[in-house]
C-alpha cells in the first residue's frame, strides 16, 4: 500500500503563491506518472498537473504559465509551484499516482481570497 502525504496549502491572496508537496511512502519511479488534481464542492475532480516516469509533463490549459510540476526522486516527492493565484484556483488539491494500481493523497485545501 503507498501513501501519498501532500502539504503546503493555506490561505493566499491574489497574485501570491504556494508550493504544494506530496511525499510518496514509496519510491515514485515505481509509478508511470505522477499528478496533482483539484476539485471544488459540486464539481468534478479535475487535472492540474501530471510528470510521467520520463519526466514528460503536461498541464491544464488554466494554469498553464503559471503553475509548474516537479519532483525529487530521491526525496520521493512531487512539487507544485504555483504562481499568480488567482480566486478561482481555490480548491483541495489531491496528490495522485498512477501505475497499475493508482494512489490518492488526502488533499489539502488552497484558498485564494483578499
Known amino acids: 500500500q503507498v501513501q501519498l502525504a501532500e502539504s503546503g496549502g493555506g490561505l493566499v491572496q491574489p497574485g501570491g503563491s504556494l508550493r504544494l508537496s506530496c511525499a510518496a511512502s514509496?519510491?515514485?519511479?515505481?509509478?508511470?506518472?505522477m499528478g496533482w488534481y483539484r476539485q471544488v464542492p459540486g464539481k468534478e475532480r479535475e487535472l492540474v498537473a501530471k510528470?510521467?516516469?520520463?519526466?514528460?509533463?503536461n498541464y491544464a490549459d488554466s494554469v498553464k504559465g503559471r503553475f509548474a510540476i516537479s519532483r525529487d526522486i530521491a526525496k520521493s516527492t512531487v512539487y507544485l509551484q504555483m504562481n499568480s493565484l488567482k480566486p478561482e484556483d481555490t480548491a483541495v488539491y489531491y496528490c495522485?499516482?498512477?501505475?497499475?494500481?493508482?494512489?490518492w493523497g488526502q488533499g489539502t485545501q488552497v484558498t485564494v481570497s483578499s
Open positions: 495522485k499516482a498512477e501505475g497499475r494500481f493508482n494512489y
Open positions: 514509496g519510491s515514485i519511479f515505481n509509478f508511470d506518472r
Open positions: 510528470i510521467s516516469r520520463t519526466g514528460f509533463i
